[in-house]
């Protein structure tokens, strides 16, 4: 009786591609991993936002010659007290107003509010009193 076995090529090509398989189950598994982790300091960044009243959400926004305009609403629990707002690193010159057309700088929570930003601009940083930054995009 002959015994024949699998030959040295076909075992070496089954070994390899058992390993990346195996590599391939475990990049897999821990790539969800991370994206958890990450989605789930995304949720608890946003939570202490909203915890300290600092989160604004952009309504509407349109620009007219060099000046952008942002609608926002303060979502948030607390009033914000606008200090500066940046473009790029850099502090612009800005004016909020309210329904009425007055100018003013602290955003109470649930009303809409134009932020006029004196840039041809779709993103802000906006520094608060207390330091926070509040990123808006249009």
């Known amino acids: 009786m002959l015994m024949r076995g699998i030959s040295e ?6 070994l390899i591609l058992v390993t990346l398989i195996a590599i391939a189950i475990v990049t897999i598994y821990y790539l969800h991993i991370v994206n958890a982790n990450q989605y789930g300091l995304y949720q608890e960044l946003k939570n ?7 989160i604004l ?5 349109h620009q ?5 305009y942002f609608y926002v609403e303060n979502i948030g629990n607390l009033p914000i007290n606008i200090t500066n707002i940046y473009v790029n690193h850099t502090i ?3 004016i909020i107003y309210n329904n009425t057309n007055t100018q003013i700088k602290i955003l109470y929570p649930k009303v809409v509010y134009v932020i006029e930003v004196y840039d041809n601009t779709t993103n802000i940083i906006i ?4 330091n926070n930054l509040i990123q808006l995009e249009a």
């Open 57 to 61: 959400s952009v309504v509407y926004y």
């Open 64 to 68: 007219i010659n060099n000046h952008s």
């Open 127 to 130: 520094q608060t009193s207390n």
């Open 48 to 54: 202490y936002y909203i915890d300290s009243g600092q």
């Open 9 to 14: 090529a076909i075992t070496v090509v089954f």
């Open 92 to 94: 612009v010159k800005f």
